[in-house]
């Protein structure tokens, strides 16, 4: 099965609300990180986490070791935020990443 | 300026030619990472590198080989290409003073016709 599983697999918002995406891992793994792919195929970096909460800006992610999963809230959602978010997870021990399938969102006006 | 560069950005190749991405790198990184990215499957590890000199497979690395000459190159070669590698590649650095956080490169298109 998948071993990081991203949910759900497409999203349409409407500009100025609210949303949370999800990243489920059915492997060990201390790291985290949370990757935006723009329309133009770049793949930017969001979040790079331990355990924990970080925010930046209208974007805020959690990792959760002990529950296994990571949360990435969008608020007020901008016409920029469109594009495709990835998180990664790092296998414990062996510094490989294994990445979720994605998060297609479509921010519409 | 951009850290991790990655040539050709488009390539067209036909069944059965050689193929060489290439990726370089200015963040000094130790480790490289070269991936694949197909629509459905987000990006898979197809080989990866702990330093100049050292290769290792990632989980998809049959058909493709590496080299890592030097601590800001990293190449990934195509033997024998096929169709079925047809793809968006991707080249990241990372090192363990930051937990191989990774950092990207812009892609390679590649068509094997």
């Known amino acids: 099965g998948d071993q990081v599983k991203q949910s759900p697999s497409a999203l349409s918002l409407q500009e100025g609300t609210n949303s949370a995406l999800r990243c489920n891992f059915s492997i060990a793994t201390t790291t985290v990180q949370w990757f935006l792919q723009n329309p133009r195929g770049s793949l930017m970096n969001l979040f790079y986490?331990?355990?924990g909460t970080k925010e930046n800006g209208r974007l805020k992610s959690t990792f959760n070791s002990k529950e296994s999963y990571s949360t990435l809230h969008i608020r007020d959602a901008q016409l920029e935020d469109s594009g495709t978010y990835f998180c990664a997870a790092e296998n414990t021990g062996n510094y490989k990443y294994v990445f979720g399938a994605g998060t297609r969102l479509k921010v519409i006006a | 300026e951009a850290a991790v560069t990655q040539s050709p950005r488009n390539k067209v190749a036909v069944t059965g030619g050689k193929v060489t991405l290439s990726c370089n790198q200015t963040n000094n990184h130790n480790n490289m990472y070269w991936y694949r990215q197909d629509t459905g499957h987000g990006l898979r590890l197809i080989h990866y590198s702990y330093g100049a000199g050292s290769t290792e497979k990632g989980d998809i690395p049959d058909g493709y080989k590496a080299s890592r000459p030097s601590q800001e190159n990293f190449s990934l070669i195509l033997e024998l290409a096929t169709p079925s590698q047809t793809s968006v590649y991707f080249c990241a650095s990372g090192d363990w003073d930051r937990g191989f956080e990774q950092y990207f490169g812009p892609g390679t298109r590649l068509t094997v016709l």
């Open positions: 986490l331990v355990p």
